[in-house]
């Protein structure tokens, strides 16, 4: 045995005596030599354990918290879906659940001097930020938060139609959108305002023009 323990380091001897205790333990069926030896060691794995578990208690909320906060942070600067712009898929309204969806709280606005502060007759009357003027059509010009929907992004909002983001404005942040019409009397008879699920059909590049509006246009009056 001194030959042994000559050979062996301390932590290599230890483990062999434990060992040597649990073999024992299992052949002979006797509890208390075993019980006398294992029982610290017992202890304090199960308190380390109960601690790890605490702790794990303590942070869940937070972990969980956190992710949350990121999930809704992807869904408002990353949830514009990378659909292909084509009139195979993009104007299908029985299509419309392959589409990313996002809440708004959605008014309408008109060109006039109640919304936009310009008259008729104003250099830019009826011109949306984008330049294109406003129009309530096939596809309706709208303005958003551009941080979220950048311009020429294209939604579809039930009960009213398509919308090309083409303006923005000073209240319209965040979950906001404003639609276009053309009277004051057809905002409060056809909408006022409404908490909707919009469906998101392409993500703008931050820029729309004539020609722009004119294809998606087309390509709606196309569609079957």
Known sequence: MKKITRLLPRGSFL?????ILVTAHSISGETAPAMKTMAPLQYAHQYKENRVGVVIHQLQPLVMDSFKKLAV???KKELIG???FSPSNLYALDQLEQFPTYQVVATGYTAGVESTGKEPGHPQYGITFSGVPV???VISTIAADIEIFPLGTLLYIPDYGYG???DTGSAIKGNKIDLYYETVEDVFKEWGKKTVEVFVLKKGEGHLNHEMLAEMQRLVM???
Do not use: G, S, T, Y
């Open 222 to 224: 196309a569609h079957p």
């Open 73 to 75: 942070n992807r869904q």
């Open 135 to 137: 129009q309530r059509d």
């Open 15 to 19: 483990m062999l005596i434990l060992v």
């Open 82 to 84: 990378e659909k292909e």
């Open 164 to 166: 090309v983001v083409a």
